[in-house]
């Protein structure tokens, strides 16, 4: 949500942003972190920080990447609403927004995986995002850093 509102004016690559909000609520299920607020979302490959306890080990990243795959792979539809400000705030976090945000808001619906507000272009169903593959990680004072990229 944040770094979207702040990379907006970049050409985004829609399969891989909206591959980087399944892996945000992927991360959050399944570690209870917060969203990554420090992105960078490329064509090629990504990144994303996330603030953990501890770092995960192998046989877990290869669950995150077994997962956000397996939501890849359901066809979801991809619903983009606007709703008021009010409306908004009952069903997405809105601690990341800027304060001059405006009073509609641009909410991003993958299926019923993921909610969020979000400025950024994104695919209309989940099956045009191809397979979601991890590079590599790095974990160094509670941050662990996911690097990923998608295949066909």
Do not use: W
Request: glycine share 4%.
């Amino acid at each position: 949500m944040g770094q979207q509102l702040n990379e907006h004016n970049k050409q985004e690559y829609p399969p891989m942003h909206t591959a980087e909000h399944i892996l945000n609520q992927t991360m959050v299920r399944m570690f209870g972190c917060p969203r990554s607020r420090n992105a960078h979302i490329e064509r090629k490959k990504s990144k994303c920080d996330y603030l953990l306890a501890e770092e995960p080990d192998e046989k877990v990243l290869m669950e995150v990447e077994r997962r956000v795959n397996e939501v890849i792979d359901q066809h979801l539809p991809v619903v983009i609403d606007l709703l008021p400000h009010a409306e908004a705030k009952k069903i997405v976090d809105l601690s990341k927004l800027p304060e001059e945000v405006s009073e509609t808001l641009r909410i991003v619906r993958i299926g019923d995986y993921d909610t969020c507000a979000c400025i950024g272009e994104h695919v209309n169903n989940t099956s045009e995002i191809g397979h979601f593959k991890l590079l590599n990680c790095d974990y160094a004072d509670g941050r662990l850093r996911v690097r990923f990229k998608l295949t066909d």
